[in-house]
């Protein structure tokens, strides 16, 4: 008879604890390579965010910055260095894969954690405004549009942040660092539901990153996420 129990904590082992054994060294050369781009990278994708949240999401520009700034991490992602695709353990360790089944489900996990919570906070005024501020750009455009935007920068993240940044840092500190990182660069945006929001996906993903040692199950579980609070949070907030 299958324990449920037993069956969650072995998804959640292989997933998020278990780490794949992979051999990923760099040279001396190629990791100061990667930490010069990958600095770069992120002064200018910050200053990129920066420019995009004065600007107000009816304005054409605002979606050119936000273009840009998804442009900037992808471009850095790539550029920094090799990135791995990365692989996960089964339940039971006996076989690997590349994780998309296991990368699905934490995305819609973590999209259901966080709605869950937003259907709670929407009856008090102020926590339901900061919440609402995450929609109004798919209030002002072409949805395709909101919905192209929110796929590159979901990806474009995963690639910088989960991808390059975390090769660069490097060791056990990779996962927390780049997390911190990947929160403050949200902080120009006001709202700290942004900032709380970055940080439970930040952690979630680096245990991803950290497991797997590739970027495709961060970037399945961050999309997933991204594009759920796009179409599903208005709902969650009776809007």
Do not use: C
């Amino acid at each position: 008879m299958i324990n449920p129990v037993t069956e969650l904590r072995a998804f959640f082992r292989a997933a998020l604890v278990d780490r794949v054994d992979r051999d990923h060294e760099e040279s001396a050369e190629a990791l100061v390579q990667r930490r010069w781009i990958s600095s770069v990278t992120l002064a200018v994708g910050s200053f990129m965010l920066a420019w995009s949240l004065r600007l107000s999401p009816g304005n054409p520009a605002y979606y050119a910055a936000t273009l840009a700034l998804a442009v900037t991490w992808i471009v850095g992602g790539l550029l920094s260095g090799k990135l791995y695709l990365g692989s996960a353990n089964s339940r039971d360790g006996q076989r690997a894969s590349r994780g998309v089944l296991q990368a699905v489900i934490l995305g819609l996990l973590l999209l259901g954690l966080f709605l869950g919570v937003a259907a709670l906070a929407s009856p008090v005024p102020a926590l339901r405004d900061q919440l609402a501020v995450l929609l109004v750009p798919s209030y002002f455009s072409f949805l395709p549009v909101v919905v192209l935007l929110t796929l590159l920068n979901a990806i474009g993240e995963e690639l910088f942040f989960r991808g390059a940044l975390y090769a660069a840092v490097g060791g056990r500190q990779a996962m927390l660092v780049t997390t911190l990182v990947y929160a403050l660069t949200t902080i120009p945006t006001g709202l700290p539901v942004m900032v709380l929001s970055a940080a439970l996906v930040g952690v979630v993903v680096g245990l991803q990153r950290r497991v797997t040692g590739g970027v495709l199950a961060p970037v399945i579980t961050h999309v997933i996420w991204a594009m759920g609070v796009l179409f599903l949070l208005p709902v969650a907030l009776g809007l």
